[in-house]
Each structure stands twice: as C-alpha cells, then as structure tokens.
Nanobody
Framework: QVRLVESGGGLVQAGGSLRLSCAASGRTFSEYAMGWFRQASGKEREFVAAVTGSGGITDYADSVKGRFTISRDNAKNTVYLEMNSLKPEDTAVYYC?????????????????WGQGTQVTVSS
C-alpha cells in the first residue's frame, strides 16, 4: 500500500521560507511522477509543482514559478518543495501526490495517491 506523509508546514512571515518534505513508502517510486497541490480555505484545489521520476523535468504553476523549487531524492523515496519569498496568498494546505505515470500532470485526477496534507500559513 502506497503511503505519502508530508512534513515541514508551519507559520511564517511574508518573505520567509519553508521546506516541505514528503516521504513515500510502499514501493519504489523512482519511475513515477510526484508533485504538490494546495487548497486554500474556501477555494478549489490547485496545482503547485511536479517532477518526473528521474527528477530531470519539473513543472510549476505560474503563481509560484521562480519562488518554489521541487526536487526529489529517490534513494530516500522523498520529494521536497522549497518555498521562498512566501506571500500571504500562499497560505493553504499542501498535499503531496504520486501518479503511476512518467510525465507529470497539472490535473489532480491524474494522481492516484495523496498525502494527508500539511498546513502552511503566511502572515502579512
């Protein structure tokens, strides 16, 4: 059974940084795309970033491009989201996702596995 566990969320001031981690267990993940989505209170879930199994190709939402960096360590079955220059509008629950596919997607339904989420709150 695949399990994704996020960590690293918290409260930070605008302009600050946080690093989210997602530890995957249950099988080898080096072939599969992983990513992050987020959902703010009262809003729909939205794509944030994704990475191919090898880590060679990444994709970002326009709203976070240049501020967030996704990476993965397949030896540790872990994917990271480095978030810099945080803004109050980045406040949301962040979810780690995994898809049994090579190419990452911006569509939530492409991902069959989701973590429980970690809260990120950015104060102004």
């Amino acid at each position: 059974q695949v399990r994704l566990v996020e960590s690293g969320g918290g409260l930070v001031q605008a302009g600050g940084s946080l690093r989210l981690s997602c530890a995957a267990s249950g099988r080898t993940f080096s072939e599969y795309a992983m990513g992050w989505f987020r959902q703010a209170s009262g809003k729909e879930r939205e794509f944030v970033a994704a990475v191919t199994g090898s880590g060679g190709i990444t994709d970002y939402a326009d709203s976070v491009k240049g501020r967030f960096t996704i990476s993965r360590d397949n030896a540790k079955n872990t994917v990271y989201l480095e978030m810099n220059s945080l803004k109050p509008e980045d406040t949301a629950v962040y979810y780690c996702v995994l898809a049994y596919r090579v190419i990452p997607s911006r569509i939530a339904s492409a991902y069959g596995y989701w973590g429980q989420g970690t809260q990120v709150t950015v104060s102004s």
